[in-house]
């Protein structure tokens, strides 16, 4: 049995799309309302959680909360900086499978940044580190059928102050593939930047969306060339993972026809290729190539320790993805 759980263990740290904090252990349920505001002081006349609450019912800095969809209590954190005014902006960080909220905040500089465009950013916490994006990925999110578009466009609903029309989302590997599906099912996000991750859900008639995409051309796990990852199962064992995808380009190309976009214009710097798209209604679908770059969030904080055991990819230092993705969301509001 203690062979069985230890196998089962490396396995989903094998399905790991991110980096992980190994001091960070899975999250606590919050103490937080249900409601999912964090415990702040209200403002006058609008007590945290009512439509239109103001941002300052938010507390400055890092707080935790908590929803619940579907009978199951879900955890998230917020952060919200000093400098965010009523209407702020609000940026949804998915973490990889493994990783967690806290993870992310930890890894990819989303704090930093909120600190000098003065929006909001939440990190919600998958089910056992996982996010359910199709059938066949990932893990038990995947295998028990998580509501997790139901749980962020909660999220989302739950968060007070924002401006509606500058709700975006970003993520690496399985949640950037949650992204994806966000942006496939629903239409409450202006644009998304997923980072080394693909689209494996099904998407028949999605919604136009502005669309960043950064990828490295030599990622093993979520090949730019599309098929199946080193990582994929085929969907089968009791954490399925069939990360079987389109090419990276031909997604891209998906999602331009879908905003109706022209030809791209194309530029390179180094290892680093963009192609962006100007689209109707203020809309762009971008993608950016990193040349020679694995599994990874560029600019991001290495991992020495998990790269060495579980083969993760080091940060490639050709471009921080995080400023980047960024410039791009603000540059996006919904049309």
Same mark, same amino acid.
């Given at each position: 049995?203690?062979?069985?759980?230890?196998?089962?263990?490396?396995?989903?740290?094998?399905?790991?799309?991110?980096?992980?904090?190994?001091?960070?252990?899975?999250?606590?349920?919050?103490?937080?309302?249900?409601?999912?505001?964090?415990?702040?002081?209200?403002?006058?006349?609008?007590?945290?959680?009512?439509?239109?609450?103001?941002?300052?019912?938010?507390?400055?800095?890092?707080?935790?909360? =908590?929803?619940?969809?579907?009978?199951?209590?879900?955890?998230?954190?917020?952060?919200?900086?000093? =400098?965010?005014?009523?209407?702020?902006?609000?940026?949804?960080?998915?973490?990889?499978?493994?990783?967690?909220?806290?993870?992310?905040?930890?890894?990819?500089?989303?704090?930093?940044?909120?600190?000098?465009?003065?929006? &909001?950013?939440?990190?919600?916490?998958?089910?056992?580190? /996982?996010?359910?994006?199709? @059938?066949?990925?990932?893990?038990?999110?995947?295998?028990?059928?998580?509501?997790?578009?139901?749980?962020?466009?909660? &999220?989302?609903?739950?968060?007070?102050?924002?401006?509606?029309?500058?709700?975006?989302?970003?993520?690496?590997?399985?949640?950037?593939?949650?992204?994806?599906?966000?942006?496939?099912?629903?239409?409450?996000?202006?644009?998304?930047? @997923?980072?080394?991750?693909?689209?494996?859900?099904?998407?028949?008639?999605?919604?136009?969306? =502005?669309?960043? +995409?950064? +990828?490295?051309?030599?990622?093993? /796990?979520?090949?730019?060339?599309?098929?199946?990852?080193?990582?994929?199962?085929?969907?089968?064992?009791?954490?399925?993972?069939?990360?079987?995808?389109?090419?990276?380009?031909?997604?891209?190309?998906?999602?331009?026809?879908?905003?109706?976009?022209?030809?791209?214009?194309?530029?390179?710097?180094? @290892?680093?290729?963009?192609?962006?798209?100007?689209?109707?209604?203020?809309?762009?679908?971008? &993608?950016? /190539?990193?040349?020679?770059?694995? +599994?990874?969030?560029?600019?991001?904080?290495?991992?020495?320790?998990?790269?060495?055991?579980?083969?993760?990819?080091? @940060?490639?230092?050709?471009?921080?993805?995080?400023?980047?993705?960024?410039?791009?969301?603000?540059? +996006?509001?919904?049309?």
């Amino acid at each position: 049995m203690k062979r069985q759980t230890a196998l089962a263990a490396v396995l989903l740290l094998l399905l790991a799309g991110c980096t992980r904090d190994r001091r960070d252990p899975s999250p606590a349920p919050s103490s937080a309302p249900s409601n999912g505001v964090p415990s702040a002081p209200s403002a006058p006349g609008s007590p945290p959680g009512e439509t239109g609450a103001p941002t300052s019912a938010l507390p400055v800095g890092r707080s935790s909360a =908590s929803l619940t969809v579907d009978g199951r209590q879900r955890t998230y954190l917020m952060y919200r900086p000093a =400098s965010a005014k009523a209407g702020a902006p609000l940026v949804v960080v998915l973490h990889g499978a493994v990783g967690t909220g806290r993870q992310a905040a930890q890894a990819y500089g989303w704090d930093a940044e909120a600190d000098k465009g003065g929006f &909001l950013v939440a990190y919600p916490d998958g089910v056992n580190r /996982t996010w359910n994006v199709s @059938p066949d990925c990932c893990g038990v999110a995947a295998r028990d059928d998580v509501d997790d578009v139901g749980f962020i466009t909660k &999220l989302v609903a739950a968060v007070p102050g924002v401006d509606p029309k500058r709700v975006y989302a970003t993520g690496i590997s399985n949640g950037a593939m949650l992204a994806y599906r966000l942006a496939c099912e629903t239409t409450i996000f202006a644009a998304i930047g @997923p980072v080394a991750g693909t689209m494996l859900n099904e998407c028949d008639d999605p919604a136009p969306i =502005s669309i960043i +995409h950064i +990828h490295g051309d030599k990622d093993p /796990t979520v090949p730019y060339g599309g098929g199946p990852g080193r990582r994929s199962n085929a969907g089968t064992g009791r954490l399925p993972a069939k990360i079987d995808g389109p090419s990276v380009p031909s997604l891209i190309d998906t999602w331009r026809r879908t905003d109706g976009c022209p030809a791209p214009a194309t530029t390179k710097s180094g @290892p680093v290729t963009t192609s962006v798209a100007t689209c109707p209604q203020g809309r762009a679908v971008e &993608l950016i /190539t990193v040349a020679g770059a694995g +599994h990874q969030w560029p600019g991001s904080k290495p991992a020495p320790a998990a790269e060495r055991l579980f083969r993760l990819d080091p @940060p490639s230092t050709a471009l921080n993805a995080t400023p980047t993705i960024w410039t791009f969301l603000h540059a +996006h509001p919904k049309a």
